[in-house]
Structure formats: structure tokens, C-alpha cells
């Protein structure tokens, strides 16, 4: 029994080596394969965004325009100092609080193409991770959501995504829907919480997650999460 149970011991610890050795050649290649994604994508970003924009509705070309001026005082390089900043305070670790944007353009693709498989009017859209709310005002803009609800465990980025919905939201008359004769977008709320700790998000129709740093297990959970989401939901 002493001889099978050290046998047993010796291949469990053999196995335990092995999957991490496994592991880390998985994380080794996922990081060799995110590095190609990456470099074609920058190479071929100017080009993929003159052809999509091509395909966009009139409104949707406006709305870039809008957003894009909403943004301008909020540089890219900004918002990743303060979400830097906010990390070596609090000390938090792995590539999950790797502050991330999205491009407009592409955004407006993906939304334009499950647009018909929308509430016509209403609905909810949740951004998992929101950041300095990109996607929630890109929404906002691009179809006629009841409600657009950015949940993110940063506080100053948090802070940083209300401050523009105060102080420099206000889309012009023309990007405002039509809503029984009351013109206006979504409301918008910017929420600090942790995604994986709340389960209300599941009531979304469109629940968007800018998930190219997640991690593996905050990718799990959000994805053991969605199973609950209502049947048609995106």
C-alpha cells in the first residue's frame, strides 16, 4: 500500500508538472499568436478603417464625427496614465487592468450588423470593463437603447467616464432618436463594481466586453456568466 500510494504521490506531481509545463506553452503561444494578431492589425488599421467606414450609414459617418470630437480632449495616451497611475497606487496586478480603447468605426460595424436583431426601440447595452466609456457613448449614438450602463472596477477611470457624461455629453439634435415624440439617447450610467462579483448584466440585449487583456479565468467567468443571458441576446 506505502509502495502505491508513493507511486500514486510521484505521478500526481509528475501530472501537476506536466499540465503546468502545458500551460505555460499555452500561454507562450497565446502570447506569440496576440503579438501577429496585433502587428497585422496596426499595419492594416488605416486601410480597415477607410474601407468600413465605406460601409457605414450616413448617421453613423455623423455620429463618428461627433464622438470623435467628445474624445478629442481625452487623448488615448491620457487615459492610460490614469489608469497606470491608479494601478501602482493600489498595486493591482495582471493584465486584466491593462487599460484598452476601441476604434468607432469598427464598433459601428458590429453594431450595424446585429441591428436587426435588436429591440427596434429600447433594449439595454452593458460594457463589461468601460473605461473611460467609449463603447457606452458609441452605443448611445449608434441605436436607440433605453439604457447604456458602463461597469468598470477602476475608480479614476470611473470618475474620468462620468466627468465627460457631465461635462461634455450633449449629442446635437440630429443624433437624437425619435422616442414617441421625445428626442433623445439612452440614459447612461457609469457603475464601479466588479463584473465577475454582480449578475444583473445578464438582463442586457447587447452585453460588449473590450476583452483583449482579460485574463483567462476573468474570461471564464464572464463566459460561465452569459450562459444566463436571455435567449437573443448578444
Known amino acids: ?133 467609449k463603447a457606452c457613448f458609441a452605443a448611445a449614438l449608434l441605436h436607440p437603447f433605453t439604457k447604456v450602463i458602463g461597469i468598470e472596477i477602476m475608480e479614476d477611470l470611473t470618475e474620468k467616464a462620468r466627468t465627460i457624461l457631465r461635462e461634455d455629453w450633449n449629442p446635437p439634435s440630429s443624433l437624437l432618436w425619435n422616442r414617441r415624440s421625445k428626442n433623445k439617447t439612452a440614459e447612461i450610467q457609469f457603475i464601479r463594481e466588479d463584473v465577475t462579483k454582480i449578475q444583473w448584466w445578464k438582463q442586457c440585449d447587447v452585453a460588449f466586453a473590450n476583452s483583449t487583456c482579460f485574463d483567462r479565468k476573468l474570461m471564464r467567468t464572464i463566459s460561465r456568466q452569459s450562459e444566463n443571458m436571455k435567449k437573443g441576446s448578444f
Open 1 to 133: 500500500n506505502e509502495e502505491t500510494s508513493s507511486s500514486s504521490s510521484s505521478l500526481r506531481g509528475k501530472n501537476k508538472t506536466n499540465t503546468q509545463d502545458d500551460e505555460n506553452h499555452e500561454n507562450a503561444s497565446s502570447s506569440i499568436m496576440l503579438t501577429k494578431i496585433m502587428h497585422h492589425l496596426l499595419l492594416g488599421s488605416e486601410r480597415a478603417t477607410l474601407e468600413d467606414t465605406a460601409t457605414l450609414s450616413e448617421r453613423s459617418k455623423i455620429s463618428n464625427g461627433y464622438f470623435d470630437e467628445v474624445f478629442r480632449k481625452y487623448p488615448t495616451k491620457d487615459m492610460k496614465a490614469v489608469a497606470a497611475k491608479e494601478r501602482n497606487e493600489k498595486k493591482l496586478k495582471g493584465t486584466s487592468f491593462v487599460y484598452g480603447e476601441l476604434r468607432f468605426v469598427p464598433f459601428a460595424c458590429t453594431i450595424e450588423k446585429i441591428k436587426e436583431e435588436l429591440p427596434e426601440e429600447g433594449g439595454i447595452f452593458g460594457d463589461l470593463g468601460s473605461g473611460s466609456g
